[in-house]
Protein backbone atom coordinates (compact mmCIF):
# COMPACT_ATOMS: atom_id res chain seq x y z
CA UNK A 1 0.00 0.00 0.00
CA UNK A 2 0.81 3.67 -0.74
CA UNK A 3 3.30 4.70 2.35
CA UNK A 4 1.85 8.23 1.96
CA UNK A 5 -1.13 9.43 4.37
CA UNK A 6 -4.24 9.63 2.98
CA UNK A 7 -5.12 13.48 1.99
CA UNK A 8 -8.55 12.54 1.20
CA UNK A 9 -9.30 16.14 -0.71
CA UNK A 10 -12.56 17.58 -1.22
CA UNK A 11 -12.80 20.94 -3.60
CA UNK A 12 -12.27 23.65 -1.13
CA UNK A 13 -9.36 21.44 0.48
CA UNK A 14 -7.77 21.17 -2.52
CA UNK A 15 -7.61 24.95 -3.08
CA UNK A 16 -6.27 25.55 0.25
CA UNK A 17 -3.01 23.03 -0.76
CA UNK A 18 -3.19 25.01 -4.23
CA UNK A 19 -4.47 22.18 -6.12
CA UNK A 20 -6.98 23.56 -8.74
CA UNK A 21 -9.33 22.15 -11.67
CA UNK A 22 -8.49 22.82 -15.36
CA UNK A 23 -11.57 25.09 -15.26
CA UNK A 24 -10.74 26.67 -11.92
CA UNK A 25 -7.37 27.52 -12.84
CA UNK A 26 -9.06 29.39 -15.99
CA UNK A 27 -11.06 31.16 -13.90
CA UNK A 28 -8.45 32.98 -11.87
CA UNK A 29 -6.96 34.03 -14.29
CA UNK A 30 -7.47 38.41 -15.24
CA UNK A 31 -8.32 40.79 -17.67
CA UNK A 32 -5.29 40.73 -20.18
CA UNK A 33 -4.50 37.38 -19.27
CA UNK A 34 -7.76 35.94 -19.89
CA UNK A 35 -7.57 37.15 -23.73
CA UNK A 36 -3.82 35.97 -23.86
CA UNK A 37 -4.76 33.05 -22.69
CA UNK A 38 -7.64 31.88 -25.23
CA UNK A 39 -5.85 33.44 -27.65
CA UNK A 40 -2.85 31.08 -27.05
CA UNK A 41 -5.28 28.48 -26.95
CA UNK A 42 -6.91 28.88 -29.95
CA UNK A 43 -3.74 29.07 -31.58
CA UNK A 44 -2.76 25.38 -30.57
CA UNK A 45 -4.89 24.39 -33.63
CA UNK A 46 -2.68 25.54 -36.11
CA UNK A 47 0.30 24.06 -34.50
CA UNK A 48 2.50 20.94 -35.39
CA UNK A 49 1.85 18.03 -32.91
CA UNK A 50 5.54 17.63 -32.87
CA UNK A 51 5.91 21.20 -31.64
CA UNK A 52 3.05 20.92 -29.43
CA UNK A 53 4.28 17.96 -27.58
CA UNK A 54 7.67 20.05 -27.25
CA UNK A 55 5.55 22.58 -25.68
CA UNK A 56 4.34 20.38 -23.08
CA UNK A 57 7.61 19.32 -21.23
CA UNK A 58 8.36 23.31 -21.35
CA UNK A 59 4.62 24.63 -20.31
CA UNK A 60 5.09 27.06 -17.21
CA UNK A 61 0.79 27.36 -16.90
CA UNK A 62 -0.91 23.92 -15.42
CA UNK A 63 -4.40 25.49 -17.41
CA UNK A 64 -1.81 25.68 -20.82
CA UNK A 65 -1.13 22.17 -20.10
CA UNK A 66 -4.32 20.73 -20.15
CA UNK A 67 -5.48 22.67 -23.12
CA UNK A 68 -2.06 20.79 -24.72
CA UNK A 69 -2.95 17.39 -23.39
CA UNK A 70 -6.40 18.15 -25.06
CA UNK A 71 -5.50 19.54 -28.18
CA UNK A 72 -3.05 16.20 -28.22
CA UNK A 73 -5.80 14.02 -27.28
CA UNK A 74 -8.36 15.59 -30.02
CA UNK A 75 -5.77 14.30 -32.37
CA UNK A 76 -5.55 10.79 -31.03
CA UNK A 77 -1.77 11.11 -29.65
CA UNK A 78 -1.76 8.78 -26.49
CA UNK A 79 -0.34 10.72 -23.37
CA UNK A 80 3.35 8.49 -23.28
CA UNK A 81 4.05 10.10 -26.27
CA UNK A 82 3.21 13.38 -25.35
CA UNK A 83 6.96 13.66 -23.97
CA UNK A 84 9.02 14.20 -20.69
CA UNK A 85 6.56 15.75 -18.19
CA UNK A 86 6.80 19.27 -16.93
CA UNK A 87 8.33 18.29 -13.46
CA UNK A 88 8.89 22.31 -12.12
CA UNK A 89 4.99 22.27 -12.49
CA UNK A 90 4.62 20.10 -9.11
CA UNK A 91 1.31 18.63 -7.56
CA UNK A 92 -0.45 20.67 -9.66
CA UNK A 93 1.38 19.73 -12.70
CA UNK A 94 0.82 16.25 -12.06
CA UNK A 95 -2.91 16.97 -10.92
CA UNK A 96 -3.48 17.35 -14.43
CA UNK A 97 -1.00 14.90 -16.22
CA UNK A 98 -3.24 12.72 -13.91
CA UNK A 99 -6.74 13.57 -15.53
CA UNK A 100 -5.69 13.74 -18.78
CA UNK A 101 -4.19 10.26 -18.17
CA UNK A 102 -8.13 9.46 -17.28
CA UNK A 103 -9.59 11.46 -20.03
CA UNK A 104 -7.48 9.44 -21.89
CA UNK A 105 -8.89 6.22 -20.58
CA UNK A 106 -12.38 7.41 -20.45
CA UNK A 107 -12.13 7.88 -24.41
CA UNK A 108 -10.26 5.09 -25.63
CA UNK A 109 -12.09 2.80 -23.15
CA UNK A 110 -15.01 3.48 -22.27
CA UNK A 111 -16.31 0.15 -20.33
CA UNK A 112 -13.74 0.13 -17.97
CA UNK A 113 -14.88 0.88 -14.08
CA UNK A 114 -12.45 1.49 -11.47
CA UNK A 115 -11.97 -0.64 -8.62
CA UNK A 116 -13.40 1.45 -5.81
CA UNK A 117 -16.08 3.82 -5.17
CA UNK A 118 -14.23 6.87 -6.20
CA UNK A 119 -12.67 5.29 -9.17
CA UNK A 120 -15.70 3.93 -10.26
CA UNK A 121 -17.47 7.17 -9.96
CA UNK A 122 -14.87 9.28 -12.03
CA UNK A 123 -15.43 6.76 -14.63
CA UNK A 124 -19.42 6.69 -14.54
CA UNK A 125 -18.74 11.02 -14.57
CA UNK A 126 -18.49 12.82 -18.25
CA UNK A 127 -14.95 13.87 -18.53
CA UNK A 128 -14.04 17.31 -18.13
CA UNK A 129 -16.95 17.99 -16.40
CA UNK A 130 -16.69 19.66 -13.08
CA UNK A 131 -18.57 16.77 -11.19
CA UNK A 132 -15.65 14.69 -12.85
CA UNK A 133 -13.03 16.96 -12.00
CA UNK A 134 -14.32 17.15 -8.42
CA UNK A 135 -13.96 13.31 -8.19
CA UNK A 136 -10.54 13.56 -10.00
CA UNK A 137 -9.06 15.80 -7.31
CA UNK A 138 -9.73 13.80 -4.55
CA UNK A 139 -8.86 10.62 -6.03
CA UNK A 140 -5.49 12.16 -6.65
CA UNK A 141 -5.59 13.41 -3.14
CA UNK A 142 -6.72 10.17 -1.76
CA UNK A 143 -4.02 8.08 -3.36
CA UNK A 144 -0.73 9.32 -2.34
CA UNK A 145 1.03 7.31 -5.28
CA UNK A 146 0.89 5.36 -8.61
CA UNK A 147 0.52 2.01 -7.13
CA UNK A 148 -2.46 3.86 -5.27
CA UNK A 149 -3.93 5.13 -8.17
CA UNK A 150 -3.50 2.26 -10.02
CA UNK A 151 -5.24 0.08 -7.28
CA UNK A 152 -8.02 2.62 -7.00
CA UNK A 153 -9.27 2.86 -10.71
CA UNK A 154 -8.68 -1.02 -10.94
CA UNK A 155 -5.86 -0.44 -14.00
CA UNK A 156 -4.56 -3.70 -15.82
CA UNK A 157 -0.68 -3.35 -17.36
CA UNK A 158 -1.97 -3.46 -20.91
CA UNK A 159 -3.88 -0.35 -20.04
CA UNK A 160 -1.14 1.25 -18.39
CA UNK A 161 0.89 1.10 -21.18
CA UNK A 162 -0.35 4.21 -22.93
CA UNK A 163 -0.43 6.67 -19.93
CA UNK A 164 2.02 8.82 -18.41
CA UNK A 165 1.36 9.08 -14.58
CA UNK A 166 0.63 5.81 -13.83
CA UNK A 167 3.81 3.63 -15.54
CA UNK A 168 5.54 0.48 -14.57
CA UNK A 169 8.87 0.75 -13.02
CA UNK A 170 10.63 -0.64 -16.16
CA UNK A 171 7.96 1.54 -18.56
CA UNK A 172 9.61 4.61 -16.48
CA UNK A 173 12.55 3.54 -17.62
CA UNK A 174 12.46 2.76 -20.53
CA UNK A 175 10.93 6.09 -20.86
CA UNK A 176 13.58 7.99 -19.42
CA UNK A 177 16.22 6.60 -22.12
CA UNK A 178 14.39 7.47 -24.92
CA UNK A 179 14.43 11.30 -23.92
CA UNK A 180 16.83 13.54 -23.23
CA UNK A 181 20.39 12.81 -22.85
CA UNK A 182 19.45 8.95 -23.65
CA UNK A 183 17.79 9.84 -26.66
CA UNK A 184 20.99 12.14 -28.03
CA UNK A 185 23.31 8.58 -27.75
CA UNK A 186 20.37 6.87 -28.96
CA UNK A 187 20.72 9.47 -32.23
CA UNK A 188 24.37 8.98 -32.14
CA UNK A 189 24.89 4.88 -32.23
CA UNK A 190 22.20 4.99 -34.93
CA UNK A 191 24.36 7.67 -37.23
CA UNK A 192 27.82 6.00 -36.75
CA UNK A 193 25.92 3.11 -38.55
CA UNK A 194 24.58 4.78 -40.93
CA UNK A 195 27.71 6.53 -41.76
CA UNK A 196 29.11 3.09 -42.02
CA UNK A 197 26.92 1.97 -44.93
CA UNK A 198 25.46 5.05 -46.40
CA UNK A 199 22.97 5.77 -48.40
CA UNK A 200 24.22 5.85 -52.08
CA UNK A 201 22.45 8.06 -53.73
CA UNK A 202 24.14 10.55 -51.22
CA UNK A 203 20.87 12.31 -51.19
CA UNK A 204 20.27 11.77 -47.25
CA UNK A 205 22.36 13.57 -44.17
CA UNK A 206 23.23 11.00 -42.21
CA UNK A 207 22.25 13.14 -38.76
CA UNK A 208 19.13 13.28 -40.10
CA UNK A 209 18.31 10.35 -40.88
CA UNK A 210 19.75 8.67 -37.90
CA UNK A 211 17.15 11.17 -35.97
CA UNK A 212 14.10 10.28 -37.89
CA UNK A 213 14.63 6.49 -37.18
CA UNK A 214 15.34 7.39 -33.86
CA UNK A 215 12.16 8.81 -33.39
CA UNK A 216 10.27 6.45 -35.13
CA UNK A 217 11.60 3.74 -33.15
CA UNK A 218 10.76 5.43 -29.54
CA UNK A 219 7.51 5.56 -31.16
CA UNK A 220 7.24 2.12 -32.26
CA UNK A 221 8.99 1.29 -28.47
CA UNK A 222 6.51 3.44 -26.53
CA UNK A 223 3.53 2.69 -28.05
CA UNK A 224 4.48 -1.27 -28.00
CA UNK A 225 2.48 -1.78 -31.29
CA UNK A 226 3.22 -3.02 -34.72
CA UNK A 227 4.51 -1.64 -37.65
CA UNK A 228 0.79 -0.46 -39.10
CA UNK A 229 0.11 1.23 -35.86
CA UNK A 230 3.34 2.79 -35.56
CA UNK A 231 2.80 4.01 -39.16
CA UNK A 232 -0.44 5.11 -38.38
CA UNK A 233 0.75 7.23 -34.82
CA UNK A 234 3.28 8.47 -36.62
CA UNK A 235 1.77 10.25 -39.57
CA UNK A 236 -0.83 11.88 -36.43
CA UNK A 237 2.63 13.13 -34.62
CA UNK A 238 4.55 14.51 -37.52
CA UNK A 239 2.35 14.55 -40.38
CA UNK A 240 4.70 12.84 -42.66
CA UNK A 241 2.25 9.85 -44.62
CA UNK A 242 4.01 6.49 -44.13
CA UNK A 243 3.42 2.72 -45.33
CA UNK A 244 3.78 0.37 -42.98
CA UNK A 245 6.41 -1.55 -44.88
CA UNK A 246 8.69 1.49 -45.13
CA UNK A 247 8.27 2.43 -41.05
CA UNK A 248 8.83 -2.10 -40.75
CA UNK A 249 12.23 -1.38 -43.17
CA UNK A 250 13.48 1.43 -40.75
CA UNK A 251 12.67 -0.47 -37.20
CA UNK A 252 14.36 -3.28 -38.50
CA UNK A 253 17.78 -1.52 -39.67
CA UNK A 254 17.72 0.16 -35.53
CA UNK A 255 16.12 -2.27 -33.38
CA UNK A 256 19.55 -4.22 -32.66
CA UNK A 257 21.04 -0.89 -32.09
CA UNK A 258 18.40 0.55 -29.87
CA UNK A 259 18.00 -2.24 -27.84
CA UNK A 260 21.21 -2.43 -27.08
CA UNK A 261 20.95 0.82 -26.26
CA UNK A 262 18.58 0.75 -23.89
CA UNK A 263 20.40 -2.24 -21.75
CA UNK A 264 23.64 -0.12 -21.80
CA UNK A 265 21.40 2.37 -19.44
CA UNK A 266 19.48 0.06 -17.19
Not at 40 to 46: D, H, I, N, T
Not at 195 to 211: C, E, I, L, Q, Y
Request: net charge positive; glycine share 10%.
Amino acid sequence: MSTHPAIDLDTEEAAECGLFSAPALVARKRGSEVERFNARVAALAGRFSLDLRASVETCGDPAMLWALHMELMGRGIPPILRGPRPWHLGAQGRLVEFAADVAWLQTTDPGHRGRYGLGRAIFKTPWGSDGWWRLVLRQFGRSGNVRGLVLALGLTEPQRLHLRTVQTAPRARVFERLHGDGFGQLVDCIETAVRVAPDKSGRTDPRATAVRRAQLWRVHRLLGEGPARTASTWSRLSGEVVERWQVARQLAAVKGIALAHERAGA
